[in-house]
């Protein structure tokens, strides 16, 4: 079942920033409300405590003779457990912490990129981030692989499957593609995709990042190789987490230096983001429990502490925080098809919204999405312009010469009267086009 308003008001108000205005830019002395998300969220209260509480008690490097050091393994050896149950990892040794998916990405492509011979492919696709082609592409120049893109359909911004399959090959090593665009919303066919790649023999890649604030992660069931994901867009600190198939990870080649404790960390870690990173996976379990409560009158199942209870209260949570959110979604939908000279880029037949995240990429005659995005901002509401790094599906829809997409992305905390308030906004924006303004009269 979805949240309910009821718990959705009590979860909001574990997010100190929603209750604050921007009194220094815009016209409305009402909150802010942040339609942001993609670009990065909001974080609740026990976020904050956890890295205040890492700063205050275990501040300290690892593998120390003493007590604060031990305090500080033992928080990350837990937040690794966490990050497995949310990822749904077979051992918290298949999770990697890094800066963000982009670093751990580079990073990993390098060991990759190790095995593999001049002449070798690599698949990408055109609807991903960058950050998910860029690395390859670097990999591919250095040692002399052939790299290969799979094409978007226009008309819907989803990948061109004919085309996959086609340039899937016995020559493919690795495909590396995204469970979800960052830029508008598309849900890809994962779990085909990583059949169809391994049958082929080759690795796959998954980029998470987009999709992890929205719905449950199942690395098991999806049966990938790698997953990435980033801890600041599902509600936590800048930190970067990675799921890797243990027996792929064990054979590959590390660069690391001699000392380091583990083959794919490099380096001092960011041990509060770490920490950071478990109070937000401590959350999102902690949605599931009340959804439980909500459903039964009391908690059922596992009690959250342990990793088994944890992983149900994580699915549970997610599960209806992806309810909630698409029932936003077709609220939002609404109003903006109703609105004139507002185009939808990507998924619009609402029966097809399982195959969408709750992620709005729009265009508005007359309005370069820089201008509509400040013209929001003005009155207190907090959206994206630009191609979000997404540089190769905003050149194939031909709009990176005008600026990009509008982009709106609901979470769980946004509310159908924030949604309301961006439809009023919106429709004032179009009312100052002169065609909207003679067509009135």
Not at 313 to 341: K, Q, T
Not at 395 to 405: H, N, P, Q, T, V
């Amino acid at each position: 079942m979805p949240l309910s308003d009821s718990l959705v008001t009590a979860l909001r108000s574990e997010f100190p920033a929603l209750d604050r205005a921007d009194d220094d830019r815009a016209d409305d002395d009402r909150p802010t409300v942040f339609f942001d998300g993609p670009g990065g969220t909001q974080v609740p209260r026990r976020v904050i405590d956890a890295v205040e509480r890492y700063y205050l008690t275990s501040n300290a490097n690892s593998g120390g003779a003493f007590a604060a050091s031990e305090r500080s393994d033992a928080m990350v050896a837990e937040a690794r457990a966490a990050a497995a149950d949310f990822l749904g990892a077979g051992s918290p040794d298949e999770i990697k912490f890094g800066a963000n998916m982009t670093t751990l990405t580079f990073h990993l492509s390098r060991s990759i990129g190790a095995t593999l011979r001049p002449g070798d492919e690599i698949l990408v696709t055109g609807l991903d981030h960058d950050a998910n082609v860029s690395p390859w592409r670097a990999i591919a120049d250095d040692r002399g692989l052939i790299l290969r893109t799979v094409d978007v359909q226009v008309e819907d911004c989803t990948l061109d499957l004919a085309d996959f399959e086609a340039k899937v090959t016995d020559r493919t090593k690795l495909v590396a593609f995204g469970w979800a665009s960052n830029a508008v919303g598309t849900i890809n066919p994962v779990r085909d995709l990583v059949r169809r790649a391994h049958a082929a023999g080759a690795l796959t890649y998954v980029d998470a990042v987009h999709y992890a604030p929205h719905g449950p992660i199942d690395v098991a069931a999806l049966e990938t190789d790698f997953l990435v994901c980033s801890a600041y867009k599902f509600f936590g600190p800048h930190a970067g987490i990675l799921y890797g198939r243990s027996e792929v990870l064990d054979r590959l080649p590390a660069y690391k230096v001699r000392p380091a404790h583990d083959r794919f960390e490099t380096g001092t870690p960011n041990f509060e983001g770490i920490a950071g990173a478990a109070g937000t996976i401590d959350y999102l379990a902690s949605i599931g429990l009340q959804v439980a409560t909500d459903v039964v009158g009391g908690v059922a199942g596992g009690d959250g502490a342990t990793p088994s209870g944890r992983r149900a209260a994580l699915l549970s949570g997610m599960h209806a925080i992806r309810e909630y959110e698409m029932s936003l979604y077709r609220r939002l939908h609404d109003g903006l098809v109703a609105l004139p000279g507002v185009r939808i880029w990507g998924i619009a037949d609402p029966g097809r919204f399982d195959e969408r995240t709750p992620t709005a990429a729009i265009t508005l005659d007359g309005f370069a999405p820089r201008e509509a995005a400040r013209l929001l901002g003005d009155q207190g509401i907090a959206v994206w312009d630009g191609d979000f790094y997404a540089q190769g599906l905003i050149e194939r829809l031909g709009l990176a010469d005008s600026g990009g997409l509008l982009r709106i992305g609901l979470v769980h905390y946004n509310t159908a009267a924030e949604v309301d308030r961006l439809l009023e906004a919106l429709a004032a924006i179009v009312e100052r086009h002169p065609s909207v303004a003679d067509a009135r009269g």
